[in-house]
């Protein structure tokens, strides 16, 4: 089966060609970071904007590049959510007209169940899993008993990790996305400034950044105020390690309660290098998935991979009703 899935829940406008769930025969991804580097973050209308800009040429691009025809798709899938709503507009309505246009059958894919299938491009996830799906909109520690099934062990009571990231990354003048900035000056700085870990033992599997995102700030504004210098290399290593070490803490816990075959790391976050050391160094006795960089941040094959699964349990949406639904969650 040949998927033509779409991607725009945020500020990437992504297309992509996959066979059978699996075979990714082309995956374009245009991200306006650039675009949105001078403001400091997302800016939802000039994402849309974008979108419109760039989509046709994606598809043409994503169509030719995995050497096919037209005829030769079985299925379009859209992220129908969650995500800007400007934005998730753009990518259905492009993939509606698109699949209407060459009468192909459509399928909406939740982003979220995106991220998880990722690692299924270039592995084969085992079941039951356990899944910690970390990206700049969302924190959740998930179990999966099979395909499809998702019960939220945990999710986060605040800020979700990677906006953590991003703000922390702000506080210090670092460009945006604060994630991959903060992830490079980590690996050469040293856990030196004393921050607190958000365990939050007492809340189960749940997370909480918000206090050690403003932990971060009122330090740097002490610093500042006192004019004092902020070594910026250790303190990106002090807030990566308290992340890292909420993470294992949390993982190691639910892996005492629930036997399964596999980790997934998922979302942006998942392409955090000190994230994906320790995992590898710490849990020995669980296979441990996490997809390669291309596949951790926003794209569109892993809405293709999603899809295959989707279908083959619901079938396919064939009269073209589909709408955007930013706030949808993985229950
Ligand atoms: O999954 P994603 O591309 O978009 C959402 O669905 O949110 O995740 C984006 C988030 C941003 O907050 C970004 O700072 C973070 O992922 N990120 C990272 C790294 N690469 C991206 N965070 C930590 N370390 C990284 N290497
Ligand atoms: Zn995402």
Do not use: W
Request: glycine fraction near 8%; include cysteine.
């Amino acid at each position: 089966m040949i998927i033509l899935s779409f991607e725009t829940s945020c500020d990437e406008t992504s297309v992509a060609v996959t066979k059978n769930g699996k075979e990714v025969l082309s995956n374009v991804v245009l991200s306006q970071i650039d675009i949105h580097k001078k403001y400091g973050g997302v800016v939802p209308e000039i994402a849309s904007r974008n979108h419109i800009a760039f989509i046709t040429t994606v598809i043409e691009e994503a169509i030719e590049n995995a050497k096919i025809k037209v005829s030769d798709i079985d299925l379009v899938a859209i992220t129908e959510g969650p995500g800007l709503i400007g934005s998730l507009l753009i990518g259905i309505n492009a993939a509606l007209a698109f699949a209407y246009a060459n009468n192909i059958k459509v399928i909406g894919v939740n982003h979220l169940i995106g991220h998880i299938y990722a690692s299924n491009i270039e592995h084969d996830i085992e079941f039951p899993a356990l899944a910690l799906l970390v990206s700049g909109g969302h924190t959740e520690l998930v179990y999966m008993e099979e395909h499809l099934s998702f019960l939220i062990l945990g999710s986060t009571l605040d800020d979700a990790v990677g906006e953590a990231y991003d703000k922390v990354g702000r506080v210090v003048n670092l460009p945006y996305p604060g994630g991959p900035a903060i992830d490079k000056l980590a690996a050469i700085g040293r856990d030196t400034y004393k921050l607190p870990r958000p365990y939050l033992a007492d809340k189960g599997y749940d997370f909480s950044f918000s206090g050690l995102k403003s932990a971060v700030i009122n330090l740097v504004h002490n610093k500042k105020q006192k004019g004092e210098t902020v070594d910026v290399n250790d303190l990106c290593a002090s807030f990566q390690e308290s992340v890292i070490d909420v993470f294992m803490y949390k993982i190691k816990k639910a892996l005492e309660e629930y036997k399964v075959k596999n980790i997934i790391i998922a979302g942006g976050v998942a392409a955090n290098k000190g994230l994906r050391k320790r995992i590898y160094e710490e849990i020995k006795d669980t296979k441990i998935l996490i997809p390669s960089m291309q596949y951790c941040t926003d794209n569109a094959a892993m809405i293709g991979c999603a899809a295959y699964y989707l279908f083959l349990k619901h079938g396919a949406n064939k009269d073209y009703v589909l709408g955007a639904i930013s706030t949808l969650d993985l229950g």
